[in-house]
């Protein structure tokens, strides 16, 4: 034993505070982003069924809910919004009372100084689903731009602190950065969707906004999970046509996906932790299969060791609890 030669890496892990004074990757409450689904109507607090601790909030019950995201320290949130009407081009998306609209408005009153990130996308508007317009089957992309401007104006007009545009159509930050700067909001950043996959990941979001595709699938926009050269191509051409940050969607299956972004650009990356991987794990902590907090934290902690600045996740408040104790 004496005149071997290895290594003793146990040395660093021989008690907590030795783990902690050699830690090198940390959650902050400040890399949260907290994402809230507003509906039109009255009363309404209606658990998501497949993301429990996940609610559908009408305005009036908007006060709890940020009255709650403040208190725990969070600073941003991203709205998602369920309007009850629907028709072919999505016009709740960027009409000037449209929910986001309003909700943001109403965030505004109550809290001045929380960032307030609206979802710029028509497939929650859309009565076939699609995160664009229609016209024989087909998604068509240039004229769907249009429509994603102009929903991003009426967003920033209402008072939105970035535009979070997600529907993955060729052009759409060059459309909205056009759109924004002509209206006067040239100060207002856009955090793209840059890198979004066609996953299965995202099922339990569309039982929570209602936007399942009615005909076919959305594999003619987003990106096919096999392929990461494309994710480079995509993260590549948002940032010269003005995205401010970069997201990656989904993140656990994708973490690698993750550290190349990070690698090759210098925009904070956001990795959003989707409703899917909420999901894994909310059923199987109720289960008694996993233990919630452990396993939440290590994920979230592998998204930021990935190479993400910022995390966009429906775990926020319980990681802001968590964080505090
Ligand atoms: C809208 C949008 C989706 C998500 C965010 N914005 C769903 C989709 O593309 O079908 C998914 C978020 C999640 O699963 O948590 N385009």
Redesign the pocket.
Known sequence: MKDMQFKRHRRLRSSANMRALVRETHLHIDDLIY?IFVVEGENIKKEISSMPGIYNLSLDQLKGEMDEVVALGIKSVLL?GVPNEKDAEGSGAFHNHGIVQEATRLIKKMYPEIIIIA?T?L??YTDHGH?GVIADGKILNDPSLDLLAKTAVSQAEAGADIIAP???MDGFVAAIRKGLDEAGYEDIPIMS?AV?YA?A??????DA?G?TPQFGD?KTY?MDPANRLEALREAESDVEEGADFLIV??TLSYLDIVRDVKNEFNLPVVA?N???E?SLIKAAAQNGWVDEKTIVLETLTSMKRAGSDLIIT?FAKDVAKWLAE
Do not use: I, L, W
Request: proline share 10%; charged share 20%.
């Open positions: 994402p998602f979802d996308c497939c929650e995160c997600s529907n993955m969707y979004k996953s990941f995202y099922g339990p979001f569309r906004a936007s959305r987003q969607k989904p959003y989707v409703s899917g909420y429906y």
